[in-house]
């Protein structure tokens, strides 16, 4: 196969192969370290960073990115999204959004998120620790680490509705439920409702649940309560 030297101009043999993996393109290895010291400054396009790149790639349309990040964020078929330090709106390509990227207008906004992050104590082992923002609001933040959160998991973990399950003979079941069914002798019915005393859906001590018979007798209690009329 026929090719040009990027460097010197000479025309030159070379396989096939190597130009489809992106070789073959001097005739000699001193065309091609000399292409690599006469590197020429450019000016991302996208970030605005001066970079170093060979004039070959400028000749062929090339050269205008300082990565393939930049590259990438430049292309069309945005979407937009909203910076979760800011709140400003801005626009994104759908390949970050689908890795768990995409949370941050900018470098500043994601290290200033990083550095204000808030401190949760774990529901397993009770120690403190810290974690953004952002984690929280997805629903997490509840276990310090790996570790406690398998833990938890062998011994009872959180249900996103705020209560606390177990698991038994390989099925999950809410905690509170089988204290009452333990305390009546008796497995508990679809519509029996087991209420919290203190409002505390972690405390599943026996003396803070009362048991209703159907959600309609929780609903009144808890209207009554709050001084609701029927």
Known sequence: MIKNCEQCGVKFKTKPSYV???R???????????????KVTRVCEHCGIKFKTIPSYIARGEGKF?????WEKSRGNKVPRVCEQCGIKFKTIPSLVAQGGGKYCSRGCYAEAKRNKVTMVCKHCGIKFKISPSHVAQGGGIYCGRKCYAAARRTGFLAKNGYMKIGINGKKVYEHRLVMA???GRDLTADEVVHHIDGDRLNNAIENLQLFPNNSAHTKFHRKEKGVPK
């Open 66 to 70: 300082c990565s393939r990040r930049c």
């Open 182 to 184: 333990g305390a009546l």
């Open 20 to 22: 489809a993996s992106g």
């Open 24 to 38: 073959g393109k001097f005739c000699s290895r001193e065309c091609r370290d000399e292409a690599r010291r006469n």
